[in-house]
């Protein structure tokens, strides 16, 4: 693999970063300067940047605060699609998001090109919470919340038992461990409600914190579980 393919997808950056990073003789490779990122290197290779050790990762992951006005797609034709928000430094070849989130829900999105841990966060027999802020368009009643605890009819299907913390008069974090289609939508409107704004704010052990709207961020797996 070239040096400066290898060192991007070690998240040095975009390209153009590389090739300044290596004019700036900041890599060397097997105790070597090198600048030259035509250089054919592999992970046998002891490369350093500023004289700490870099590894290549076969497996990436990341976390997205997801804007509304994108759909959860890896491409589409119609739609502006969440890879479109991607900074130039993400590699994002075999990367794929982690569950959906609605064209109009922002929140916490994770991305991967690992199938196995997809496919441990989305199955339903690991019952993984997630957490929602909803903002609904009339005041949540305390029985109404009872009720989306217990479980409600989103039609022709119950809902598992879920978790409701006030935050205000309408609006509430709901925690849910399934992912049916427009399901917190749904809840809401077997209460006679509807949702006016949604943020997912928390998946497993993944949370928004402090990120910004639209804002990428690396993350290791064990963040994740």
Not at 44 to 68: F, G, Q, S, V, W
Request: net charge neutral; aromatic share 8%; hydrophobic share 35%.
């Amino acid at each position: 693999m070239r040096l400066d393919k290898y060192l991007t997808e070690c998240g040095l950056g975009s390209r153009s970063d590389v090739k300044k990073i290596l004019k700036n003789r900041e890599i060397k490779v097997n105790g070597k300067i090198e600048f030259s990122p035509k250089l054919n290197v592999s992970t046998a290779d002891e490369i350093l940047y500023k004289n700490e050790m870099i590894e290549y990762k076969a497996t990436r992951y990341y976390i997205m605060n997801k804007p509304a006005g994108y759909i959860t797609a890896t491409e589409d034709k119609r739609h502006k699609t969440v890879m479109e928000i991607f900074p130039e430094w993400v590699i994002q070849k075999n990367l794929f998001p982690v569950g959906r989130l609605d064209k109009d829900t922002e929140g916490l999105l994770l991305f991967t090109n690992d199938g196995p841990i997809s496919h441990e966060l989305l199955s339903p027999k690991k019952h993984v919470d997630k957490i929602y802020y909803v903002e609904a368009e009339k005041n949540i009643t305390d029985e109404e919340m009872k009720r989306l605890e217990l479980g409600v009819d989103i039609g022709g299907y119950i809902t598992k038992p879920s978790k409701c913390e006030r935050v205000d008069e309408n609006k509430i974090n709901l925690t849910i461990n399934e992912g049916r289609f427009h399901q917190v939508k749904k809840m809401l409107h077997a209460v006679d409600n509807c949702v006016t704004y949604l943020k997912r704010i928390k998946f497993a052990e993944l949370e928004l914190g402090d990120m910004k709207i639209g804002e990428v961020r690396e993350i290791s797996v064990e963040e994740i579980l």
